[in-house]
């Protein structure tokens, strides 16, 4: 089985997709500021850990979960993810958080911040009102706080797999949306700490 049908095996479980390949790659920027900030005001909470881990799931049990606190994000609450190495399951390291908020037509990117204790490559996925499955991939510092923004108008549909009901060729429509997926893509276990999600301007 392929990386790439990971996206299979999310469809079939879950809603929101998976993070199975894609050509688009956005560059973080590195920043210490809350995402509540100026710099990065929500206009929509896609999902926020106040509830601890409802809505937050892991398709693989050897992935751990749990909400904590950062002084550097204004004590905000994360999510920390301690996941395992990787093996031959391709969704055995993705994380799942159910959208709070599913229109995202306020805004015009995906924003959050994210922490790994080294350097790594992150992929983010959705599934838009059309059923097309969109992937980003981010290259990310470790050890470090850093702000990833995602703008609607450059994420790419994922060119390994749609659902069979997905509406290629259409717009993106972000009007509605059940949730978000992300997953680590790195050759050991690792750690990683992760704000909450938003639609930002």
Not at 177 to 183: E, P, R, T
């Amino acid at each position: 089985m392929t990386q790439h049908m990971i996206l299979g095996l999310l469809f079939l479980a879950w809603v929101p997709g998976a993070t199975g390949g894609s050509n688009s790659t956005r560059l973080p920027t590195q920043s210490t500021v809350p995402l509540n900030s100026a710099e990065a005001k929500p206009v929509i909470v896609i999902h926020a850990y106040d509830d601890g881990l409802a809505g937050v799931r892991a398709a693989n049990p050897d992935v751990r979960l749990s909400v904590g606190r950062d002084p550097s994000l204004s004590d905000e609450r994360v999510l920390l993810v301690e996941y395992p190495v990787p093996t031959d399951d391709p969704a055995g390291r993705d994380v799942h958080c159910a959208a709070e908020n599913q229109d995202w037509t306020g805004g015009r990117a995906i924003s959050f911040q994210i922490k790994p204790t080294r350097p790594m490559r992150l992929s983010l996925s959705f599934v838009d009102r059309n059923r097309v499955a969109y992937t980003a991939w981010t290259e990310l510092q470790g050890g470090v706080w850093q702000l990833v923004r995602i703008p609607f108008d450059e994420i790419r549909a994922n060119p390994f797999f749609q659902p069979p009901d997905a509406k290629t060729g259409a717009p993106l429509d972000v009007s509605d949306v059940k949730g978000i997926a992300f997953a680590p893509h790195d050759h050991t276990s690792g750690r990683l700490a992760i704000s909450q999600f938003i639609v930002s301007k």
